[in-house]
């Protein structure tokens, strides 16, 4: 079959790396571009210099790494300051998926990113657009789990994202992560049978 390329995305704790983690079960070649950022904010990597002239020496950790939480926590709280941080990253993201996509001799390639539709890399470099989505409490109280986080920061952190329906509207397939495992398991196999069907 022609290669596919399946853009996963939805907002934050909506369920993405459990989606990703069946997708990857069910034979894709998995690229998570939150796990690429990390890399390219690493000391000398493209994006590193770029974000210390952007926000100063002090988000930095003492042995020189961009301190996430720090930095997190800083654009999270000031949109303008995300949209700088964004502008410095998501092209060096692009590139770095870029060659791996080159790379890779898997017949179908699932992008993860959280910022998929807004960074324009689901008009570029995918074949079809997958949105997670989960109540808004699912949300708060994976967030709480996953990351540590109080309950004002994991409202903050959904709050600062757009809408959920923004991404919906976008989509060429919904998986809802609201009900058990078994249940979005069944959604993403049905999907999967779908997309590597279809003309493959």
Same mark, same amino acid.
């Given at each position: 079959?022609?290669?596919?390329?399946? @853009?996963?995305? @939805?907002?934050? =704790?909506?369920?993405?790396?459990?989606? *990703?983690? !069946?997708?990857?079960?069910?034979?894709?070649?998995?690229?998570?571009?939150? #796990?690429?950022?990390?890399? $390219? !904010?690493?000391? @000398?990597?493209?994006?590193? &210099? =770029?974000?210390?002239?952007?926000?100063?020496?002090?988000? *930095?950790?003492?042995? @020189?790494?961009?301190?996430?939480?720090?930095?997190?926590?800083?654009?999270?709280?000031?949109? +303008?300051?995300? #949209?700088?941080?964004?502008?410095?990253?998501?092209?060096? $993201?692009?590139?770095?998926?870029?060659? #791996?996509?080159?790379?890779? &001799? +898997?017949?179908?390639?699932?992008?993860?990113?959280?910022?998929?539709?807004?960074?324009?890399?689901?008009?570029?470099?995918?074949?079809? $657009?997958?949105?997670?989505?989960?109540?808004?409490?699912? &949300?708060?109280?994976?967030? !709480?789990?996953?990351?540590?986080?109080?309950?004002?920061?994991?409202?903050?952190?959904?709050?600062?994202?757009?809408?959920?329906?923004?991404?919906?509207?976008?989509?060429?397939?919904?998986?809802?992560?609201?009900?058990?495992?078994?249940?979005?398991? +069944?959604?993403?196999?049905? +999907?999967? #049978?779908?997309?590597?069907?279809? =003309?493959?």
């Amino acid at each position: 079959m022609t290669r596919k390329v399946i @853009g996963l995305t @939805g907002n934050i =704790g909506t369920g993405k790396s459990t989606v *990703l983690a !069946m997708l990857r079960a069910l034979g894709a070649d998995v690229i998570d571009a939150d #796990q690429v950022a990390h890399e $390219v !904010m690493r000391p @000398g990597a493209a994006a590193y &210099q =770029g974000i210390v002239d952007a926000f100063g020496p002090d988000i *930095l950790a003492p042995d @020189g790494a961009v301190d996430r939480v720090n930095l997190g926590a800083r654009v999270f709280r000031d949109a +303008a300051a995300l #949209q700088r941080l964004e502008a410095i990253v998501h092209p060096a $993201v692009f590139v770095s998926i870029q060659a #791996q996509l080159a790379a890779s &001799q +898997a017949p179908v390639v699932v992008i993860e990113a959280i910022k998929l539709l807004e960074a324009g890399l689901s008009v570029t470099l995918c074949d079809t $657009v997958w949105v997670v989505t989960a109540a808004h409490e699912q &949300q708060v109280e994976r967030l !709480m789990r996953t990351r540590g986080l109080s309950r004002p920061e994991a409202e903050m952190r959904i709050k600062a994202q757009p809408p959920q329906v923004d991404k919906i509207k976008r989509a060429d397939r919904v998986i809802d992560n609201h009900g058990t495992l078994a249940e979005t398991a +069944a959604q993403v196999e049905a +999907a999967w #049978q779908a997309l590597t069907e279809d =003309g493959g």
